[in-house]
């Protein structure tokens, strides 16, 4: 049995009321319908205080990831993982890497960058906020049993790698 199929089934077997409800509110914290519209008054914002570079990195930062992790599941095409009971409902893509935490990666570092170049003094409490925030989205792609971790951790390295080449190019 592979290492995802077994964290899987330990998720599965560890499930609560409590994670039963708070997993499905967590992982709406990676998903476009969130991030987004977040990711376009943060820019609108930082442009009204002068900060093109930092609107830039985050609109370049989440698009750009967003773009590659849809080409990624396009190309590489993995099925879903049908290890135990799914608690949401299934996503019509593929599962190779997890969309969710890519883009909540991006996302979080680009507002740690952010942070650390306007108000350093913040930067700390941001990254344990933003350490935080992607783990409980990675965790709750596993937790509803839609990603296979492996996919989770895809999404979380190459989320970072996009962040930190976009920041080098900017």
């Known amino acids: 049995m592979s290492l995802d199929t077994r964290i899987l089934l330990f998720a599965a077997a560890h499930r609560s009321q409590g994670l039963d409800q708070l997993f499905p509110s967590v992982t709406w914290l990676g998903s476009l319908y969130v991030l987004a519209p977040l990711a376009l008054v943060i820019a609108a914002v930082l442009i009204q ?8 990195l985050l609109v370049i930062g989440l698009s750009g990831a967003t773009l590659l992790v849809h080409l990624l599941k396009l190309v590489l095409a993995r099925p879903r993982p049908a290890v135990a009971e799914r608690l949401a409902a299934l996503p019509s893509d593929s599962s190779f890497p997890s969309a969710h935490t890519m883009q909540a990666t ?3 570092l680009c507002i740690l960058f952010i942070v650390y170049r306007i108000w350093p003094q913040w930067g700390a409490l941001t990254a344990l906020v933003a350490a935080l925030l992607i783990l409980l989205v ?3 792609r596993i937790y509803l049993q839609v990603h296979y971790p492996s996919d989770v951790l895809a999404g979380l390295m190459l989320g970072g790698a996009w962040i930190l080449l976009v920041r080098k190019l900017l």
Do not use: D, P, T, V
């Open 49 to 56: 205080l002068q900060k093109r570079w930092e609107a830039m």
């Open 106 to 108: 991006a996302f979080m």
């Open 138 to 140: 990675g965790a709750s």
